[in-house]
């Protein structure tokens, strides 16, 4: 158990459609990443948030988007839903330091939501 | 950012000691090497991380060369719930964190 939930752990969506998924840290840290996760690929890196705004992202246009709110917990919505945006998306807590939001690098994650886009 | 390279799968038996190890020629000099594990449709757990020299924890040892182009993450004595998908990071951990996660090495431990 890292401590990390997320919501919904199963989702379908149809192509056009928006689709939102949340994400609670574990206790005590302040910066979420998010992950999308293809059938037999490693995980591919979309955004992180640190102190409620974005400060590294990935190659995702941009209609993948995100938020953290005050209690550092994170959305990540997607819109315009594409058939191969179908995936299982990871959501990790970490704890960063400074102004700039360095971190060590370990990474809890939780289970993800498993979308499915039709 | 330093691309890593691995072996695609690996087979070992309960009781072996298995190492892996990751190649990542172009690491630069504030980069971290980090490994996670993961199980079928669940998050990647970390394992271990290290600068360089040795590092040993409850599960795992993390072996670096001095020139830090390639790592190797030993297992002892591993079981079949070691089964798993093991991925090698390598990443500056700065502001702008951004973690490429690499195909990984799919493990499979036979009784």
């Known amino acids: 158990e890292t401590g990390v939930t997320q919501s919904p752990t199963h989702l379908i969506k149809t192509r056009g459609q928006q689709v939102t998924l949340r994400c609670s840290s574990q206790?005590?840290?302040?910066?979420v990443s998010w992950y999308q996760q293809a059938l037999g690929q490693g995980p591919q890196f979309i955004f992180q948030?640190?102190?409620?705004?974005?400060?590294g992202r990935g190659n995702f246009p941009p209609r993948f988007s995100g938020l953290q709110f005050p209690n550092y917990s994170s959305e990540l919505n997607v819109n315009a839903l594409e058939l191969d945006d179908s995936a299982l998306y990871l959501c990790a807590s970490s704890l960063a330091g400074g102004s700039t939001g360095a971190n060590t690098g370990e990474l809890f994650f939780g289970e993800g939501s498993r979308l499915t886009v039709l | 950012l330093a691309k890593t390279t691995q072996p695609i799968s690996m087979d070992s038996y309960e009781g072996q000691e298995v190492n892996i190890t990751c190649s990542h020629n172009?690491?630069?000099?504030?980069?971290?090497i980090t490994w996670y594990q993961q199980f079928p449709s669940q998050g990647p757990r970390f394992i271990i991380q290290?600068?360089?020299t040795k590092v040993t924890n409850e599960v795992a040892s993390l072996f670096i060369p001095a020139d830090r182009k390639s790592s190797t993450l030993s297992l002892p004595r591993v079981s079949l719930s070691d089964t798993a998908v093991y991925y090698c990071?390598?990443?500056?951990?700065?502001?702008?964190?951004?973690?490429?996660f690499g195909s990984g090495t799919r493990l499979s431990i036979r009784p």
């Open positions: 290290g600068y360089k």
């Open positions: 990071l390598v990443a500056t951990y700065s502001s702008a964190s951004k973690i490429i």
């Open positions: 172009n690491i630069a000099t504030n980069d971290y």
């Open positions: 206790s005590g840290h302040n910066t």
């Open positions: 948030y640190y102190r409620e705004e974005e400060n």
